[in-house]
């Protein structure tokens, strides 16, 4: 691996540049152009464009991980093309197939290969977006559109690690039912801003919110999914349409059923009952998963499992990134490795 004079035992989550993207567009007579790989670096945009003035964004999040063996490996790198696809047609943007979604990743991944951090330093992380970036002026689907893929190497997603955070129930909604909630629109993300930063100016690490219909039934923290255990059975909220479907909130349940035996519920949790449980985390491809120690609810702080990381959590933390970093048996078919022989070339 090339020294690109990173301090790799310091990273932490924060945009830094590297060395090439993936660009493809997309113009109505001709469909999605074959996209190249080119040096990151700005590019232009109409001020009238479609996602500048009415939104009309979506988004991925992955990692790149470099194994004990070094090699590349992705974590259901599909999943994320086929929720791409799935938000695309929620918003009228032209599918992009999850195929070539694949194949593009490899090679934004392989050219930057020297940001990968070392095993066991952080990850690679992916952030594939499509836009409209057509111009218009009346509100409806723009009239070109223009997919890209960088990368940005990563520490862990909260300072403190694999240790319990303290999480704040929000008087904010995430989402409406029947809304974007269910998708990675760039929409979702511009008003959870003001809900974190006050629950941080209080000193805690992120929001939870309840269901916008009732005020009762658990949703997501602000960043992740969440899941709590109650008398063994692990416990996560229904997927409505207004909760995102995590591709790591799946591989826990599955992880969860199939490795540990245990029984899962996926239904509408109370916050009376998120207050009886004996553990409480969430996940994400940034936070992984990330124990929650205690909980701000109508001015007390609820704390679990004594402020420690608990048995059941840890387990799954250990699966999941064994599996990741094909250290554990993946019966699963999840892990992706990057061709070590992929020849990928800058384009200008």
């Known amino acids: 691996m090339t020294d690109v004079n990173i301090d790799w035992d310091n990273l932490g989550f924060d945009f830094m540049p590297t060395k090439g993207m993936f660009l493809s567009k997309w113009e109505e007579k001709t469909g999605w152009d074959e996209g190249k790989v080119v040096p990151f670096g700005n590019f232009e945009i109409s001020p009238a464009a479609c996602v500048l003035n009415y939104g009309q964004g979506i988004f991925e999040g992955m990692k790149a991980l470099r194994t004990k063996a070094n090699k590349l490996v992705l974590f259901r790198p599909l999943d994320n093309g086929k929720r791409l696809k799935a938000g695309c047609e929620r918003l009228l943007i032209p ?49 070109s559109y223009t997919f890209i893929i960088f990368v ?60 916008a219909a009732n005020g009762k039934y658990i949703e997501e923290v602000g960043t992740a999914n969440f899941f709590c255990v109650v008398n063994n059975v692990l416990m996560t909220p229904r997927l409505t349409g207004s ?53 701000l609810y109508k001015g007390k702080d609820h704390v679990f499992n004594d402020f420690k990381v608990g048995s059941v959590t840890q387990k799954l933390y250990d699966l999941l990134t064994k599996i990741q970093l094909q250290e554990e048996e993946d019966i699963f078919g999840w892990v992706v490795e990057v061709e070590p022989d992929l020849v990928v070339k800058i384009q200008t």
């Open 152 to 211: 940005v190497p990563v520490g862990p997603y909260y300072k403190e690690g694999f240790n319990p955070i303290k999480l704040a129930i929000t008087e904010f909604h995430r989402a409406a039912p029947k809304g974007t909630g269910g998708i990675k629109t760039i929409c979702n993300y511009a008003g959870s801003m003001l809900p974190a930063k006050k629950v941080k100016e209080k000193g805690y690490n992120q929001e939870l919110y309840l269901d």
């Open 95 to 143: 599918p992009y197939d999850p195929k070539k979604f694949v194949d593009d990743v490899k090679k934004v991944v392989k050219i930057n290969e020297d940001y990968i951090p070392p095993y066991g330093k952080g990850a690679l992380y992916i952030r594939p977006v499509l836009w409209g970036t057509g111009p218009i002026l009346g509100v409806a689907p723009a009239p």
């Open 243 to 295: 909760i995102l479907p995590g591709n790591t909130r799946a591989s826990i349940i599955d992880i969860a059923k199939k490795k540990l035996k245990m029984k899962v519920e996926e239904r509408d949790i109370t916050i009376d009952e998120v207050l009886k449980a004996s553990e409480v985390f969430c996940s994400g491809t940034a936070a992984v998963v990330t124990p929650i120690g205690s909980l």
